[in-house]
C-alpha cells in the first residue's frame, strides 16, 4: 500500500465487479437508443475507460472539463467550462459519468448547463456516492458504493493531483491532508 493511505476501501476485485453490473444495466437500459457517455475531467478518467468496455451496445464517447469558479473555492459550485463537447448533444441520450457525488455542487450546475441544449434525457453514473456532504440534490441514476464522509483516493481520485494513478480506492490517512 501507498505510505499516504490508512487502509483499502475498495479492492480491484471490488471495483472490477462493479463496473460489470453497471455495465450490464446501463447496456440493457439503453439498449436501441443512441447512448452518449460524457466522461468529467479528470476523476472520472479511469473509471470512464474501464467502464465504456464493460459496455455492451454501440455507445459513443465525449469528455468535459470543468473548474470551480474563484479561488480554489468549490462552495459556490459554480463551474467553468475548461473543455467542452465536441459536438451538439441535441435528441442524444447523454450520460454523464464522474468518479464521485460529493457535495452535489459541480453535477447541478453540469445538469443545468446540459438540459438547456434539448438532450433527449441526461442521467448520472458515480462509482462513489457521498451523501452525507450533500448541499444540493442530484438525481444520481447509477452508483457505484454509497461511502461514509472520508477522503478517499486512487482509481482517478486526487488528493491535490496525486494518487490518482493508484488501481485501487483507497482512504487517505488524515495527517496528510491536515497538515496542508
Ligand atoms: C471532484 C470529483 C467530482 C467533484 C465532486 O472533482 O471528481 O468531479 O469534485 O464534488 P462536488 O459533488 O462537491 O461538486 P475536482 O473538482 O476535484 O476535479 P478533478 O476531477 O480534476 O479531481
Ligand atoms: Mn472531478
Ligand atoms: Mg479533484
Redesign the pocket.
Known sequence: MHPDVEKLLFSRADIDNKVHELGSIISRDYAGQDLLMVG?????AVFMADLIRAISIDVSIDFM????YGASS?ST?VVRILKDLDKSIQNRHVLIV???????????YLLKILKARNPAGVRICTMLD?PS???AD?PVDYNGFTIPDHFVVGY???YN?KY?NLPEIYVLKEEIYRSK
Open positions: 468529467i475531467l479528470k476523476g472520472a472539463a470543468l473548474s470551480s468549490k459550485g464522474e468518479d464521485i457525488v460529493d457535495t452535489g455542487l459541480t453535477l447541478t457521498k456532504r450533500r448541499k442530484v482517478g481520485l486526487d493531483e490518482r
